[in-house]
C-alpha cells in the first residue's frame, strides 16, 4: 500500500497556509521490480587505437581496464596511447587532409556526416546500453538524451558543411587544418558528437582523446566511421590517461587545440601552449546558479533544480549546482524539493526507472565524499533521503545542503556529483549579486513568472547559457559555452562553427 | 623679443581625468630633429591598476547606453579629430611623420571610427540569432562586451593603430585601457584630450604611457582585465598567454614581426568587434 509523508489528512483544508501538500510516497511498501534494460552492447574485449582509418595496438604494448561504476566488473580492455602513437595520428590526420579532406567539396564533407548521424540513430539502443555501463549514467538518459543528441549534432553540422559562406557574413572561411581535442568523461559519446560535428563540417582533421574511464563508445563510433567510409585519418582516436591528453594538445600540427574538462586543467593546458600560436577552445567547470523567485511556478521549479542538479549524478558542468531561492519561498520550496528527493530512485543505471545511476569513478566518488564532509564540517545542514544503494558499484545518495552562505566551500567549488548547496536572497539585486559572485560563468537558470524579470536577469547574468523556467536544455543549434573561468569559445549553432575556422 | 610661447606638459587621460604617473616618474621626448619637446608620464604598475578601477566603475553605464548612443558618441568623437586635425597633425610631425603622412594617418582613423560609430546599432543583427531548436522552447543568442579590454598598441601608426584597436573593443560597450607607443607617445595624449571633449564618459577609454617591459606582466594578469588585444612581440605574446591562462583571459595579438597594414581595409572588421564579445544564449519554453 502506497502511504503518506505524514498520517494526517490529506485533505487541503486540513492544511495550514504555506504548508505544501502532502506527497505520494512508496518507499519500501511496494515491492519494486526491476525493467533492466537487455539489449546486448556488442563490447569487444580489447579495443586498439583508431589511428589511419585502421584499429591499431598501441607501441607501449599496454591496455588498462574498462570499469562498469555500477558494479566494478572490467568491461574491456583500452589501449595505452603514448606520444608516438599520439604522433602517428597527428601525420596520418595531416595526411588525410592534405589529400583527402582538406580538398573536398563542402557538399561531400556534408554526406560523409550525414552517414555517421544516420548509422548512429540505427544503433542507438545499442550505444545507450555501452554508455551506461561503460560511465553509470541511467538508461533512461543516454537512452533518450545522449545518444539521440549526438546523432543529432552529427545531422546539424553536416547541413553546414556546403553552406559556410553564410557563418561569416562579409568573410571567406576556411578550415584550420588539423586539430587536437580532449573530452570528459560525463557525456562520452555526446562531447565527441560535439566536438567531431563541427571540425569535420569545416573540413578540418581530428586526434581526439576520450576520458580514461569512458573510451568505449568512442571507439564504438570508429566502428561506425568505418562503416560509413569515412576516409582514413580524418578522424583519430587515441586512448590513455593525462600524459596521451597532454601529448594531444601539444603536438606540432594542431592548429587549434579543444578541450572540455576542469577549469584546473584547462589552465595548465593554457599555460602549457603559451608559447605557440595555437587557437584555443575552452570548455571548463561550472558553479551554476538556479534562482527561484516568489512568483515562481513552484512545483515546476523543483522540477527544474531536481533535473538542474541530479540529471547525470550532477556529472555536468552546467548543473545547477546553487540553489538561490527568494526567502519568502524557501521553506515551501525545500520541503517540496526534499520530498521530491525522497521518491528518486537510485541504483542499477541500466534500469529504465534509474533516475541517479552510478557516479563515473571511484575518484569521482571520494571527491565528491570529500567535499560534502568539507560542507558538513563548515556547518551547513545536510539532506539525504533514506534510499538504499547497491552494494556494489561507486554511488551516492542525493544530497541537499541548506544554511549555506557565499563563502561555504560547497558553494564555491565545483563538486560536480549530486549535491546541491541552498542559499536565499532578498531583492532582484541580492540575486544577481550572488549568482555572479564566482570565478565561473557558464550556465544560470531562473524562475519566475515575470517576462521583464527574466529579460533583466538575462541581462545581468553573467554567464553563456541561461534557463528561464527550464534547465539543463540542450541543442545542436543552440550554442553553448562559458564566461570567465568557464571557458572560451562556443559548441553548436553558427557560433560555434566559428571556432573552428579561420577568416580569409 | 618675440614671445615665449607656453609649452604644455603631457598628462595621460585616465578615469576622465588627465594624470600624471603616481611615480611622479617621466622619460623625455624629444621631437623629429632631435631637440627636447616634452617629459612624457613613465606610468607604472599601480597607474595600470588605478586605470582598470577606473574603467571597471565606468564599465556597467557603458554597457548599458543605447547601441544608438554609443554609436553618436564614437560619431562625435570622429567630429572632434575632424574639427582638430591641425593639433593631431602637429602631434604626428611631432614623432617624424611627413606632412601629408599624418594627413592620412589622421583622416584614416576619421574614416575609421565612423565604421565602427555605424556597427554600434547593427553589429548584433549580424552576429546574434534566433536558434531554431527541436523543443518547444524559445532560444536565442545574443552578445555582451566582455568587460574590461587590455590592449596593447604597436610602435608604429601611433593614432590609427591605437584608434583601430580601441574603437571595436568599445563599440559594443567593453571599456579599454591601452598602452600606446612608447617611441610616439604624443599623438595619444592629444587624442586623450580629444576624448575629453567628445561625449565618451569618462573612465571608458584609458590611456597609459611608458613602457613595455614595465607593464606588459601586469596586462598579463591583471584578473579584472578579461582580454587582451593589440599587438606584442614573441616573448610577450607568451608572457601575457601565460598570465592569462590564471584567469581563463581572451587573448587575442597580432605579431610585432608581422606589421599589420593599419591602412588596409582588412584592419577594419566586423569580427574585431566579435573579438571582444561574449555569446549568451536564453531558452524558455513556449507554452501559455
Known sequence: ?504 | MPRLPITKTPKVYVGGAFIRSESARTFPLKDAAGNFFANIPQCTRKDLRNAVEAAAKAGPGWARRTPYNRGQIIYRLGEMLEARKADMADALLIGGASKSAAAKEITATIDRLIYYAGWADKYEQVLGNVNPVASPHFNFTVTEPMGIVGLLAPEEAPLLALVSLIAPAITSGNTVVALVSTAQPYPAIVLGEMLATSDLPGGVVNLLTGFRKELVPTFATHTHLRAIGGVASADERKAIKLGAADSVKRVKLSKTEEPVDWFSGKAQSLYDVRDTLEFKTTWHPIGA
Not at chain 1, 97 to 108: A, I, L, P, Q
Not at chain 1, 325 to 338: G, R
Open chain 1, 1 to 504: 500500500m502506497p502511504t503518506l509523508t505524514e498520517n494526517k489528512s490529506s485533505r487541503p483544508a486540513a492544511r495550514s497556509a504555506g504548508r505544501p501538500l502532502p506527497e505520494l510516497i512508496f518507499g519500501d511498501l511496494w515491492a519494486y521490480d526491476p525493467s533492466p534494460e537487455t539489449a546486448d552492447a556488442k563490447l569487444k574485449p580489447r579495443y586498439d587505437l583508431f589511428i589511419g582509418g585502421k584499429f591499431v595496438a598501441p607501441s607501449t604494448g599496454k591496455y588498462f581496464d574498462s570499469i562498469n561504476p555500477a558494479n566494478e566488473t572490467k568491461l574491456a580492455e583500452i589501449a595505452q596511447a603514448n606520444a608516438a602513437d599520439v604522433d602517428a595520428a597527428y601525420q596520418a590526420a595531416r595526411k588525410a587532409y592534405d589529400n583527402v579532406w582538406g580538398k573536398m567539396s563542402g557538399r561531400e564533407r556534408a554526406k560523409y556526416i550525414y552517414r555517421i548521424a544516420r548509422l548512429l540513430q540505427d544503433r542507438a539502443r545499442e550505444f545507450a546500453v555501452a554508455e551506461t555501463m561503460d560511465g553509470g549514467k541511467p538508461i533512461k538518459e543516454s537512452r533518450d538524451f545522449d545518444v539521440p543528441m549526438a546523432a543529432a549534432h552529427f545531422f546539424y553540422h553536416a547541413g553546414w558543411a556546403d553552406k559556410l559562406d553564410y557563418v561569416a557574413p562579409g568573410r571567406k572561411v576556411a578550415p584550420l587544418g588539423v586539430v587536437g581535442q580532449v573530452i570528459p568523461w560525463n557525456f562520452p559519446l555526446l562531447m565527441l558528437a560535439w566536438k567531431l560535428a563541427p571540425a569535420l563540417a569545416m573540413g578540418n582533421c581530428i586526434v581526439i582523446k576520450p576520458a580514461e574511464t569512458t573510451s568505449i563508445t568512442a571507439l564504438k563510433l570508429a566502428e561506425l566511421l568505418q562503416d560509413a567510409g569515412l576516409p582514413a585519418g580524418v578522424v583519430n582516436i587515441v586512448t590513455g590517461f593525462g600524459d596521451t591528453g597532454a601529448a594531444v594538445m601539444g603536438h606540432a600540427i594542431a592548429a587549434k587545440v579543444a578541450f572540455t574538462g576542469s577549469t584546473e586543467v584547462g589552465k595548465i593546458i593554457m599555460r602549457s601552449l603559451a608559447g605557440t600560436d595555437k587557437k584555443m577552445t575552452m570548455e571548463l567547470g561550472g558553479k551554476a546558479a538556479n534562482i527561484v523567485f516568489d512568483d515562481a511556478p513552484i512545483d515546476q521549479a523543483v522540477e527544474g533544480i531536481v533535473n538542474g542538479i541530479f540529471f547525470n549524478q550532477g556529472h555536468v558542468c552546467c548543473a545547477g549546482s546553487r540553489l538561490l531561492v527568494q526567502e519568502t519561498v524557501a521553506t515551501e520550496v525545500l520541503a517540496k524539493l526534499k520530498n521530491r528527493i525522497k521518491v528518486l530512485r537510485v541504483g542499477d543505471p541500466l534500469d529504465k526507472n534509474t533516475d541517479i545511476g552510478a557516479i563515473n569513478s571511484k575518484e569521482q566518488l571520494a571527491t565528491i565524499e570529500r567535499l560534502v564532509a568539507v560542507g558538513v564540517k563548515e556547518g551547513a545542514t545536510m539532506f539525504q533521503p533514506a534510499c538504499k544503494l547497491p552494494a556494489k558499484g561507486y554511488y551516492f545518495r542525493p544530497t541537499v545542503f541548506s544554511g549555506v552562505s557565499m563563502s561555504h566551500r560547497i558553494a564555491r567549488e565545483e563538486i560536480f556529483g549530486p549535491v546541491l548547496s541552498v542559499l536565499t536572497f532578498r531583492t532582484v539585486d541580492e540575486a544577481v549579486e550572488k549568482a555572479n559572485n564566482t570565478a565561473y560563468g557558464l550556465s544560470a537558470g531562473v524562475w519566475t513568472d515575470k517576462g521583464s524579470r527574466i529579460l533583466k536577469m538575462s541581462t545581468e547574468l553573467k554567464a553563456g547559457v541561461v534557463w528561464a523556467n527550464t534547465y539543463n536544455k540542450f541543442d545542436p543549434t543552440s550554442p553553448f559555452g562559458g564566461y570567465k573561468e568557464s571557458g572560451f569559445g562556443r559548441e553548436g549553432g553558427r557560433q560555434g562553427l566559428l571556432d573552428y575556422c579561420q577568416l580569409v
